[in-house]
């Protein structure tokens, strides 16, 4: 079973910048974010390849996240840049344990962080 640990959430107003880690302690494929909102369902916010470190992203991002993986050590990164309120989330780490196609839907991962609070101020 591989664990992954999430760091780096926090309070940060509004325009402000992030950098969310998150460190498997075995071997990985596909990882992703995810955020969860209170009353809101979990949703998708990026991604990147096993095979290639192709990123994919949710629409909103708008191009003001960056996802990024450093294999060496294991971590995964989320830059986020020009937060806004509506950013405010449980950002969750996600990962899967084959080499399958990327996906954008949580169904797809296997494990999973504790998550990590990001709070964005207006």
């Known amino acids: 079973q591989v664990q992954l640990v999430e760091s780096g959430g926090g309070l940060v107003q509004a325009g402000g910048s992030l950098r969310l880690s998150c460190v498997a302690s075995g071997r990985t494929y596909a990882m992703a974010w995810f955020r969860q909102a209170p009353g809101k369902e979990r949703e998708f916010v990026a991604a990147?390849?096993?095979?290639?470190?192709?990123?994919y992203y949710a629409d909103f991002v708008k191009g003001r996240f960056t996802i990024s993986r450093d294999g060496a050590e294991s971590t995964t990164y989320l830059q986020m840049s020009s937060l806004e309120p509506e950013d405010t989330a449980v950002y969750y780490c996600a990962a899967c344990k084959l080499p399958v196609p990327t996906s954008q839907s949580h169904w797809d991962y296997d494990y999973w962080g504790q998550g990590t609070q990001v709070t964005v101020s207006s």
């Open positions: 990147i390849s096993w095979s290639d470190d192709y990123p």
